[in-house]
């Protein structure tokens, strides 16, 4: 197991230079110049000249794409053009809003969609079984941003019982100890902090999670339905065991593996895809400063940020592929 770990580990470096070289050299073909985006309007061409050489813009693009690789083996992302920091702080600075909103999105996903798909594939054409077919439907087709929209609209709009967007009222978190504000109102014991958190949080995380649950759902039925149907769960009801014991047991178990796989591809896809949801809500996570990046061309920014979702991506299959082994340990051999 550890070597086909290992393996795996080992092949996606040639996939991680490919999407570096693919998203820098897409960048620099794409209309605009930075220096003249950034830079005032009254700024003269001997400042945009100097601009393009305190950036390395004036080098060839092999160059430039050498010394971004280079230095981003020694964990050096470069400097941002439009911030003017290390793109490592400020990816660094963002990403634990990314990752609360992602976590509760699964939480909320997983907790609808699992008993829902159970019931739904152990009872095929039930009440439950429509039931769940609707809201997976609901999920898959409703498009973020208008979901998003609706529920600004009724929740803070029309009943004022949660905050529209951003990720804390001013004032009441707490001081900042990992970026995670659940973490650190918990170690600060700061309640008011810790629910103020959790309501700004739900509805970004509704809306990210219905469209997972959805998904998740169609899969759990499926998977739940195929393997009721195997000779092995005829036999265990044929000795009398009951009902739930034969779906916690023996159905569950052996229909984890697919349900696994779509969550975990799902989360990685929730750390990449939840630009339109935080446009949105304002959340101030990475995929507001990933627009941010584009607009302004800032070509290290951007780079880094594609580099860290596909550098999550891979540790993600890499999770899901350990897992593999503990839920079927024929898979280790």
């Given at each position: 197991?550890?070597?086909?770990?290992?393996?795996?580990?080992?092949?996606?470096?040639?996939?991680l230079l490919?999407?570096?070289?693919?998203?820098?050299?897409?960048?620099?073909?794409?209309?605009?110049?930075?220096?003249?985006?950034?830079?005032?309007?009254?700024?003269t061409?001997?400042?945009?000249?100097?601009?393009?050489?305190?950036?390395g813009?004036?080098?060839?693009?092999?160059?430039?794409?050498?010394?971004?690789?280079?230095?981003a083996?020694?964990?050096?992302?470069?400097?941002?053009?439009?911030?003017a920091?290390?793109?490592t702080?400020?990816?660094?600075?963002?990403?634990?809003?990314?990752?609360?909103?992602a976590?509760?999105?699964?939480?909320?996903a997983?907790?609808?969609a699992?008993?829902?798909?159970?019931?739904?594939?152990?009872?095929?054409?039930s009440?439950?079984?429509n039931v769940?077919?609707?809201?997976?439907?609901?999920?898959?087709?409703?498009?973020?941003f208008?979901?998003?929209?609706?529920?600004?609209?009724?929740?803070?709009?029309?009943?004022h019982?949660?905050?529209?967007a951003?990720?804390?009222t001013?004032?009441?978190a707490?001081?900042v100890?990992?970026?995670?504000?659940?973490?650190?109102?918990?170690?600060?014991?700061?309640?008011?902090?810790?629910?103020?958190a959790?309501?700004?949080?739900?509805?970004?995380?509704?809306?990210?999670?219905?469209?997972?649950?959805?998904?998740?759902?169609?899969?759990t039925?499926?998977?739940?339905l195929?393997?009721?149907?195997?000779?092995?769960?005829l036999?265990?009801?044929?000795k009398?065991?009951?009902?739930?014991?034969?779906?916690?047991?023996?159905?569950?178990?052996?229909?984890?593996i697919?349900?696994?796989?779509?969550v975990?591809?799902?989360l990685?896809?929730l750390?990449?895809?939840?630009?339109?949801?935080?446009?949105?809500?304002?959340w101030?996570?990475?995929?507001?400063?990933?627009?941010?990046?584009?607009?302004?061309?800032?070509?290290?920014?951007?780079t880094?940020?594609?580099?860290?979702?596909?550098?999550?991506?891979?540790?993600?299959?890499?999770?899901?592929?350990?897992?593999?082994?503990?839920?079927?340990?024929?898979i280790?051999?």
């Amino acid at each position: 197991m550890t070597a086909y770990l290992l393996r795996r580990l080992i092949g996606t470096i040639p996939v991680l230079l490919l999407i570096t070289l693919l998203v820098y050299g897409l960048l620099h073909l794409a209309p605009g110049d930075p220096a003249s985006l950034l830079l005032p309007e009254d700024a003269t061409e001997a400042d945009v000249a100097e601009a393009k050489r305190r950036w390395g813009l004036d080098q060839p693009f092999y160059i430039q794409y050498f010394y971004f690789v280079a230095n981003a083996v020694r964990g050096d992302l470069g400097r941002s053009f439009r911030f003017a920091q290390p793109v490592t702080e400020l990816i660094a600075t963002r990403l634990p809003a990314t990752i609360e909103l992602a976590f509760f999105a699964i939480v909320i996903a997983t907790a609808i969609a699992i008993p829902i798909g159970v019931l739904a594939g152990a009872r095929p054409d039930s009440p439950t079984d429509n039931v769940g077919t609707m809201l997976g439907l609901f999920g898959i087709s409703m498009p973020n941003f208008w979901f998003g929209i609706m529920l600004i609209l009724i929740f803070a709009g029309l009943l004022h019982l949660l905050p529209s967007a951003g990720r804390s009222t001013y004032g009441v978190a707490g001081p900042v100890i990992t970026g995670f504000y659940f973490l650190d109102s918990l170690l600060t014991q700061n309640w008011a902090g810790l629910w103020d958190a959790f309501k700004h949080v739900l509805l970004p995380a509704v809306t990210l999670g219905t469209a997972l649950a959805g998904i998740l759902m169609r899969i759990t039925r499926s998977a739940v339905l195929e393997v009721t149907r195997e000779d092995y769960v005829l036999v265990a009801r044929a000795k009398g065991l009951a009902n739930r014991a034969v779906l916690l047991r023996h159905v569950l178990r052996n229909a984890l593996i697919p349900i696994v796989t779509v969550v975990g591809l799902e989360l990685g896809t929730l750390l990449s895809g939840s630009i339109i949801v935080e446009t949105v809500f304002a959340w101030p996570g990475i995929g507001s400063l990933l627009i941010t990046g584009v607009t302004a061309r800032d070509y290290p920014l951007v780079t880094g940020i594609v580099l860290m979702y596909s550098t999550a991506f891979v540790i993600i299959n890499l999770i899901i592929d350990a897992i593999y082994g503990l839920i079927d340990p024929r898979i280790r051999f």
